[in-house]
């Protein structure tokens, strides 16, 4: 919801970008909800590393950003937590280059850092008196949680699908939801969240591509993100590098 | 034997708001009409506030019969729904979202009354006022006349212990105002508690009124029957408003057989038959030593009863056979050598005699 | 046969009619573009799947509750902010009217936070009474009401400021108590601004996203309403998000249009 408007604001507003002089000064990116915290960083690791140019991070929900993109929106780089996310830009000639794998990460369970319902396990998303909260199936978060509870035979009781990551991460740090799965890097970065592993057998692995949608500054953002100094970023966040 | 404590209205009003300053004593006896008059911003529409209730005094009271309405002094005051005041608006104020039946019934219906007799109640009044035919509109649809009928109808279907009416004639076309007159004098009759009647128009006070308080920015100036207020002006306004010479009679195509004094007088109007009221400004009264030749058709002799001096005017009110008041400069006065007891000739123009349905 | 009357004014001024033109393209232009992308002979289909009869079934009452909620608070909070005088009156007004212009998410994270289980209200309630608002019909309701109920104060405020209060005053001669005047002289009278604000606020709560979502969660066939079920299938299904706001339009547009005229200009 709120990239809708970051993306009619910047439709209407900037204009600064590739081509105008020749010269590239801004670099849009388009990120999974759960790249937010990480990508913070990169930002100002790039920033600080080509001065002159201006990086800014718009994070949603991966299939909402897939949307905007195919509808025209004019971002430059294009990082879902998911390849299915990036198939269809790919596959409609938005990149310039092929996607590369930008990091991995994998889901655990989230409780509330002082665990009232006291949450063991995959099955305790089965109890009914619990607040559940999953990511909608549409998003990656979603899509794998699902994925990973039916690998483990467990029908959750599901109270709300949150449209991305982000809310349903707020909204368990602040003790509304009592459990919900969501990525590793989630708990890692939020010290109100608690983390139960979930056990390697039936957890999934998500795989985050990344590509430049336009030539230029673009691509060395890409490169950057994942060179050296990006992937040691990544991993202070908990992702997985390939 | 005790005798029974009238039930009329005994209020002392002092209330100062805004810079503007009301003092003045009301009395109405059961059964009586008093007429207000007054300029504009006088005070009349802050007296039926403070009599209804809508606004409190500052000092005085406020009693109707042994009731105490208002007693600033003995921390008394009701409020204006347990008042029983039965109050008509200028504006009337009818309820546009009910129609006229349930405009009239809604004193009855919040007095809790059963659905029987409200009612009942109700239809009397409708009936009592030919309203019947108009029952069922709303007051958008009635005429000003109409609707003047339904709001008195609404104020005395409550049943109240006074009726206060706020010029009630006043937006009421001409040819509706005689009939509606009519009416108003039958229903003020019938009604035997106090009666309180703001009027602009002297021909209602005539008409209308036993007594009349004249007030003036916010005090009273004179006080006294409709006849004293005519023939002893005390100021320039109450001159002006209740000078006018007024007379009742019947008009028959021109002559008006005046009812007292018995004569008849020629006027030009021969539009308007049968029960009339007629008004002769004092300054169309024409004054002559001798016998006036020429036009004017309304002439006879009588003598000068007293001078009363209104500044730039004379105000002369003449003895039998028609008591009339004239109105003429001093010099004219002078001119005439006019005193009390002087004889005199009147003259009056045929189109100075103004009749008006009754 | 009469024609019709001759034009005695000229024709309306041409600013006025391209910039209103220009404004009414604005609303026009959308709603055709919606229309052009409907899949019409997939839309029975789209439209009886249990996706969009839950997500119908759950605005009409969500929007229709918050509407009735908004008269039952709303109108006395009116009465309050028009007639009363006590301190703090302004700022009373100010607060009430804050989410009209408060992104609808903050609104729900503002309700959240009060009256969420770990809230400032929401956690006594729930120690007390074990009953949890979010995530329930109850959250929909609750969001719905508080981003709808301004609409409806501000039009009947602005009613009871302006109607003369001399009818009143008539009818307490007549012997009315102020709770009889309220019911069968005031309300009445500000009847059509009643209706109208009612109107308005069932229409906003009918198409709430933000704070249903931030506060109530979202769960198909429990809190899932149209708004919402459009945000999710527009990321995977496109046809149904288009004939699900297709479902929006012609409800309100219908409401809109039938009550318009019948409820906004008889006095």
């Known amino acids: 919801m709120r990239s809708l408007v970051f993306t009619l604001v910047l439709l209407t507003g900037c204009g600064a970008t590739s081509g105008d002089d020749g010269q590239d000064h801004t670099v849009l990116v388009f990120a999974a909800?759960?790249?937010?915290?990480?990508?913070?960083?990169?930002?100002?690791?790039?920033?600080?590393?080509?001065?002159?140019?201006?990086?800014?991070?718009?994070?949603?929900?991966?299939?909402?950003?897939?949307?905007?993109?195919?509808?025209?929106?004019?971002?430059?780089?294009?990082?879902?937590?998911?390849?299915?996310?990036?198939?269809?830009?790919?596959?409609?000639?938005?990149?310039?280059?092929?996607?590369?794998?930008?990091?991995?990460?994998?889901?655990?369970?989230?409780?509330?850092?002082?665990?009232?319902?006291?949450?063991?396990?995959?099955?305790?998303?089965?109890?009914?008196?619990?607040?559940?909260?999953?990511?909608?199936?549409?998003?990656?978060?979603?899509?794998?949680?699902?994925?990973?509870?039916?690998?483990?035979?467990?029908?959750p009781a599901v109270d709300t699908e949150e449209p991305d990551v982000g809310s349903l991460r707020t909204k368990l740090a602040v003790g509304e939801l009592d459990v919900g799965i969501v990525y590793r890097t989630d708990v890692i970065a939020d010290d109100r969240l608690r983390g139960v592993d979930i056990a390697d057998a039936a957890n999934v692995v998500a795989t985050y591509p990344i590509a430049a949608l336009r030539p230029g500054v673009a691509r060395d953002f890409v490169a950057f993100a994942t060179g050296p100094e990006g992937r040691r970023i990544l991993v202070e966040h908990g992702f997985g590098t390939p | 034997m005790v005798a029974p404590v009238s039930p009329g209205l005994d209020a002392r009003l002092r209330l100062d708001r805004a810079g503007f300053e009301l003092a003045v004593e009301v009395d109405v006896p059961a059964g009586s009409t008093l007429a207000l008059l007054g300029?504009?911003?006088?005070?009349?529409?802050?007296?039926?506030?403070?009599?209804?209730?809508?606004?409190?005094?500052?000092?005085?009271?406020?009693?109707?019969?042994?009731?105490?309405?208002?007693d600033p002094a003995r921390d008394v005051f009701v409020p204006a729904p347990q008042r029983r005041m039965g109050v008509v608006f200028q504006q009337y104020l009818l309820f546009e979202h009910l129609d006229v039946r349930d405009n009239v019934a809604f004193g009855p219906a919040c007095r809790g009354r059963s659905r029987r007799a409200a009612r009942n109640q109700v239809e009397q009044w409708l009936e009592g006022f030919e309203l019947q035919a108009l029952a069922d509109r709303r007051p958008s649809a009635l005429s000003g006349g109409q609707a003047q009928r339904v709001a008195l109808a609404?104020?005395?279907?409550?049943?109240?212990?006074?009726?206060?009416?706020?010029e009630p004639l006043a937006a009421v076309?001409?040819?509706?105002?005689?009939?509606?007159?009519?009416?108003?004098?039958?229903?003020?009759?019938?009604?035997?508690?106090?009666?309180?009647?703001?009027?602009?128009?002297?021909?209602?006070?005539?008409?209308?009124?036993?007594q009349v308080l004249v007030i003036e920015h916010g005090r009273p100036t004179q006080r006294g029957s409709p006849e004293e207020i005519r023939r002893h002006p005390a100021t320039r306004y109450v001159a002006a408003l209740a000078g006018t010479n007024l007379l009742t009679g019947t008009n028959d195509r021109g002559h008006v057989r005046i009812d007292e004094p018995a004569i008849t007088l020629i006027t030009a109007d021969t539009t308007i038959s049968g029960p009339v009221v007629v008004t002769i400004e004092p300054a169309a009264v024409a004054l002559h030593a001798t016998r006036p030749e020429g036009s004017p058709r309304n002439t006879w002799a009588t003598t000068v009863a007293a001078i009363e001096p209104l500044g730039d005017i004379n105000r002369i009110v003449l003895d039998q056979p028609v008591p009339l008041l004239a109105d003429i400069t001093p010099a004219a006065t002078t001119a005439l050598e006019l005193a009390a007891g002087v004889p005199v000739w009147v003259s009056v123009k045929a189109t100075e005699v103004d009749v008006r349905s009754r | 046969m009469t024609s019709p009357p001759r034009r005695v004014t000229g024709r309306a001024p041409v600013p006025l009619v391209v910039f209103g033109g220009l404004g009414a393209l604005l609303f026009i232009v959308p709603l055709v573009g919606l229309l052009g992308r409907t899949p019409w002979s997939e839309l029975t289909e789209l439209l009886s799947s249990d996706t969009v009869l839950d997500a119908l079934r759950i605005s009409l009452v969500s929007s229709v509750a918050a509407a009735a909620l908004s008269v039952v608070?709303?109108?006395?909070?009116?009465?309050?902010?028009?007639?009363?005088?006590?301190?703090?009156?302004?700022?009373?007004?100010?607060?009430?009217?804050?989410?009209?212009?408060?992104?609808?998410?903050?609104?729900?994270?503002?309700?959240?936070?009060?009256?969420?289980?770990?809230?400032?209200?929401?956690?006594?309630?729930?120690?007390?009474?074990?009953?949890?608002?979010?995530?329930?019909?109850?959250?929909?309701?609750?969001?719905?009401?508080?981003?709808?109920?301004?609409?409806l104060v501000i039009s009947?405020?602005?009613?009871?400021?302006?109607?003369?209060?001399?009818?009143?005053?008539?009818?307490?001669?007549?012997?009315?108590?102020?709770?009889?005047?309220?019911?069968?002289?005031?309300?009445?009278?500000?009847?059509?601004?009643?209706?109208?604000?009612?109107?308005?606020?069932?229409?906003?709560?009918?198409?709430?996203?933000?704070?249903?979502?931030?506060?109530?969660?979202?769960?198909?066939?429990?809190?899932?309403?149209?708004?919402?079920?459009?945000?999710?299938?527009?990321?995977?299904d496109r046809d149904a998000a288009v004939a699900i706001s297709l479902v929006l339009v012609v409800l309100a547009l219908m409401v809109l249009l039938v009550l318009r005229d019948r409820w906004w200009s008889r006095p």
């Not at chain 1, 850092?113 to 619990?130: F, I, K, M, Y």
Request: with cysteine; net charge negative.
């Open chain 3, 156 to 236: 009947v405020e602005a009613a009871l400021d302006g109607i003369d209060r001399r009818y009143e005053q008539a009818a307490s001669t007549l012997g009315a108590s102020r709770s009889h005047v309220f019911r069968h002289v005031t309300i009445p009278m500000i009847g059509p601004a009643l209706r109208a604000g009612a109107i308005l606020a069932w229409a906003r709560a009918l198409g709430e996203f933000g704070a249903t979502v931030t506060f109530a969660g979202n769960l198909q066939g429990r809190t899932q309403s149209l708004p919402l079920a459009v945000f999710v299938t527009l990321e995977s």
């Open chain 2, 173 to 210: 076309d001409i040819e509706a105002r005689a009939g509606l007159r009519r009416l108003l004098a039958r229903h003020l009759g019938e009604f035997t508690g106090p009666r309180l009647l703001i009027t602009h128009d002297p021909v209602d006070a005539l008409l209308l009124a036993d």
């Open chain 2, 154 to 166: 609404r104020a005395l279907a409550a049943e109240p212990d006074m009726v206060l009416l706020d």
């Open chain 3, 73 to 151: 608070f709303g109108v006395p909070l009116a009465w309050l902010l028009s007639r009363g005088s006590f301190p703090g009156r302004g700022l009373l007004r100010a607060i009430v009217t804050l989410p009209m212009v408060l992104p609808p998410v903050v609104g729900g994270a503002a309700l959240l936070f009060a009256l969420g289980r770990r809230g400032l209200v929401g956690e006594p309630l729930y120690d007390a009474t074990g009953l949890v608002l979010p995530f329930s019909i109850w959250g929909v309701i609750l969001a719905n009401t508080f981003v709808a109920m301004p609409f």
């Open chain 2, 39 to 70: 300029p504009n911003g006088a005070g009349k529409s802050t007296v039926v506030e403070v009599l209804a209730g809508l606004v409190a005094l500052d000092e005085g009271h406020i009693r109707l019969g042994s009731t105490p309405l208002d």
């Open chain 1, 33 to 155: 909800a759960s790249l937010a915290d990480v990508f913070a960083e990169v930002e100002a690791a790039f920033e600080a590393a080509h001065p002159g140019v201006d990086v800014q991070v718009n994070t949603a929900g991966s299939a909402t950003l897939r949307e905007q993109i195919l509808e025209g929106a004019p971002a430059d780089v294009f990082a879902p937590a998911d390849p299915a996310a990036m198939d269809p830009v790919v596959a409609a000639g938005h990149t310039v280059s092929a996607p590369v794998e930008l990091a991995r990460n994998t889901m655990q369970i989230g409780v509330p850092a002082d665990d009232p319902a006291g949450v063991r396990g995959l099955e305790d998303l089965a109890r009914a008196e619990l607040l559940v909260g999953l990511c909608t199936v549409s998003v990656p978060c979603g899509a794998l949680a699902r994925q990973l509870l039916a690998n483990a035979g467990v029908e």
